[in-house]
């Protein structure tokens, strides 16, 4: 089955710049979907299709797609930012929607 | 407004059963596929099913085929997931989540419902 590898923690100073991964065998030949969840919350889309941003969500956040990474950056991060963050796919030869593992953003 | 409320989470007993549901307003039902996803304590997102527009297609994780079973009503704006066999492993927060077409594959979920809380235990 296909596999969606995260890392477990980014740290990041505010007013920076959060990157995080979301790694892939061939992920970016697959539309990659991002979501933020904060405690206690459900989980809330924050970009669609690779880089597409929801009404509502800042220009601060935005995404890409290439090779056997997609990564999702936070532009000038604030404090409210601070959540994990999920990335999915459709995998097509199983049938299986995947999420990665989660990735907790922690704002110094 | 798009709402998506869960319903019927609990405590069960392990190989008990329960049915969980999910009542849709604010948009289109039956022109959306729609998903369960759940979230074990302190744990990542794990997909559950899914079930296309019209219920033609219908998918499920490897770790819930044959003790679950995703339905939808769209006369009454509903989705539901009949748990049979339930697990220690099954406790989790269960999440309805619209999808973004009407075919149950390579979709973004969006919105999601607020949960119900499955827990499994003797």
């Known amino acids: 089955s296909y596999v969606l590898t995260q890392p477990p923690s980014v740290s990041v100073a505010p007013g920076k710049t959060a990157r995080i991964t979301c790694g892939g065998n061939n992920i970016g030949s697959k539309s990659v979907h991002w979501y933020q969840q904060k405690p206690g919350q459900a989980p809330v889309l924050v970009i669609y299709y690779d880089s597409d941003r929801p009404s509502g969500i800042p220009e601060r956040f935005s995404g890409s797609n290439s090779g056997n990474t997609a990564t999702l950056t936070i532009s000038r991060v604030e404090a409210g930012d601070e959540a994990d963050y999920y990335c999915?796919?459709?995998?097509?030869?199983?049938?299986?929607?995947?999420f990665g593992g989660g990735t907790k953003l922690t704002v110094l | 407004e798009v709402q998506l409320v869960e319903s019927g989470g609990g405590l069960v007993k392990p190989g008990g059963s329960l049915r969980l549901s999910c009542a849709a307003s604010?948009?289109?039902?039956?022109?959306?596929?729609m998903n369960w996803v759940r979230q074990a304590p302190g744990k990542g997102l794990e997909w559950v099913s899914s079930?296309?527009?019209?219920?033609?297609?219908?998918y499920y994780a490897d770790s819930v085929k044959g003790r679950f079973t995703i339905s939808r009503d769209n006369a009454k704006n509903s989705l539901y997931l009949q748990m049979n066999s339930l697990r220690a492993e099954d406790t989790a927060v269960y999440y309805c989540?619209?999808?973004?077409?009407?075919?149950?594959?390579?979709?973004?979920?969006?919105?999601w419902g607020q949960g119900t809380l499955v827990t499994v235990s003797s």
């Open positions: 604010g948009f289109t039902f039956s022109s959306y596929s």
């Open positions: 989540a619209r999808a973004s077409g009407a075919a149950a594959g390579d979709n973004w979920f969006d919105p």
């Open positions: 079930i296309s527009s019209s219920s033609s297609y219908i």
């Open positions: 999915q796919v459709w995998d097509s030869s199983s049938d299986h929607q995947v």
